[in-house]
């Protein structure tokens, strides 16, 4: 089936949301936007490309749920209010079931995430796709990755490496791991939770913040390089699921809880006088220095696409 | 030459532009962006797929300064202020070369729409370029593409198929044109100039606008549609500039002026009373009924990515 590409746009992504910010949605040259008196607005963008961040064959409603809050989970990390969104797609060719799944995916992640849909672009090539998403804040109130002071706890929220796990458990067939624990793992890839809420709560409180999408060890070294400090990490103190500590091999499970990306909990700073939020833990602490230093872990560094 | 992903962005894209407005740029989670009070924002995202929306072997510089145009002729479309932009660039490898050049396009283009860069995502895979621009305008006060009124004059500025023109004498070699009318027509497609300035002056004084991407006809047609008018085009008034005139063949010269993309003019209506602004010509009337009249010009429609 080939539709044109205002049909499909109309059809699939016209009304996806809604919003009092949103004056103007889908359909015109630009979206139109009102914020709160005074806000600011925080704004990101992330691509997700087939074969780099997703298999060819995946689902279309999971590529759509997942790249969506991937981006969300950036206003998380600045403890912004979500506003809105915007969707460039880029597919080899107009399928309506393909697109209908996609639809799904992005209209349970808008629903989610309080992002309503208010514009984006469709266009043919290699599949890929690139969210743009805008929050709010009252001015000089959000979170960076630059303000953690030494001396500060280092935090982080949920538990990690669960989505690692999960992707890999996807790709194999392990039957030493029960039913139940298999399908919190698999969730946990397939419908990351971005921290919005917690975010909110973090603003004014904590000194710094950055979203667990590369992997622990990688985004504290984010961390560490934008506010000119070090962090220590106490190996023992990393939060893992029930479900991840069940896993048969427990240096496995503790290599995605320091490594495994896509896990969307927010990693934070806070003063020594904060109180740590629900379902939160302290796994180390703020020092004078540089680099990221966790007990018996080499090689640590950043994420790199294009790295060797 | 490989280099690390955030290299490639501290190094290419770190300090693209800058405006009073920004006040966080690349390398957080997330941008902010703070807008003269009471202010409204203006959101448009465009893609530029290699082999779709340029040639695979387009001088990188090139692709940058146009989609960066393209974009910001959507802001130029609703009469906003240009504030500033997001770069997602997806690139098969990280060649030094290339991407000097990409960032000069993008440092230039900034420069030349106001549009200081102030995020990104840099992922490996077939090329392609997201662009997402933000302007800002006073609440209420923008142009759409829903409000022109029967007995509007219908206008457009500059001239119309030199782009189209300029695309076709780069790939082919037409010793009957002059080198100046080449080299006008040449930088009319590698060198669009969104009617930033324009779209501001027609802010409150048009009843619709759109930028002319997809064509003459194909734009008029969304404006139509949108404002649920018809059109009336007089082929003898759309403004032909002098290098397009010249052209040895005038049936082509007269297609790409109806139907080529590329130019970045604005169509707009006006009120009957109100000035026409320099530089721009009324081609036609709003009336009453549907579509796009044009006479001796059939199959007037969109351009359809994925049409037949």
């Known amino acids: 089936m080939v539709l044109g590409e205002f049909d499909l746009i109309e ?11 949103v004056k103007l949605g889908v359909g015109d040259d630009a979206a139109v936007l009102e914020l709160p008196a005074g806000h600011v607005h925080l704004i990101s963008t992330d691509t997700a490309v087939s074969g780099v961040h997703f298999l060819p064959d995946a689902a279309p409603n999971v590529i759509a749920y997942r790249t969506v809050m991937a981006a969300a989970s ?52 290699p599949l890929s796709v690139t969210v743009t998403v805008l929050g709010s804040a009252p001015p000089g109130h959000y979170l960076t990755r630059s303000g953690a002071q030494p001396g500060d706890r280092l935090c982080v929220s949920g538990t990690l490496g669960d989505a690692a796990a999960g992707l890999f458990l996807l790709e194999i067939d392990d039957t030493s791991v ?17 921290r919005l809420t917690l975010g909110q709560t973090l603003n004014g409180v904590a000194t710094s913040a950055i979203d667990v999408s590369d992997g622990l060890l990688a985004d504290a070294a984010h961390l560490a390089r ?9 190996p023992s103190a990393i939060p893992i699921s029930v479900a991840l500590r069940a896993y048969p091999d427990p240096a496995q499970a503790r290599d995605w809880a320091l490594r495994g990306g896509d896990d969307y909990e927010l990693l934070f700073t806070l003063p020594s006088h904060a109180i740590l939020p629900d379902d939160c833990t302290q796994i180390g602490r703020v020092i004078a220095g540089s680099g990221v230093h966790c007990d018996g872990v080499l090689n640590i560094t950043g994420y790199d696409h294009f790295g060797r």
């Open 74 to 125: 950036d206003l998380a990390a600045m403890g912004a209010n979500p506003e809105a969104m915007l969707l460039a797609l880029t597919l080899p060719e107009a399928n309506a079931d393909w697109l209908a799944s996609f639809a799904e995916g992005v209209r349970s992640a808008s629903e989610h995430a309080s992002l309503p849909l208010i514009g984006g672009d469709t266009t043919r090539g």
């Open 11 to 21: 059809r699939y992504f016209a009304q996806v949301g809604a919003s009092p910010s």
């Open 178 to 194: 029960s039913a139940a624990d298999l399908e919190f793992l698999h969730q946990r890839f397939l419908r990351p939770t971005p």
């Open 226 to 234: 934008l506010s000119s400090v070090g962090l220590t990490i106490d």
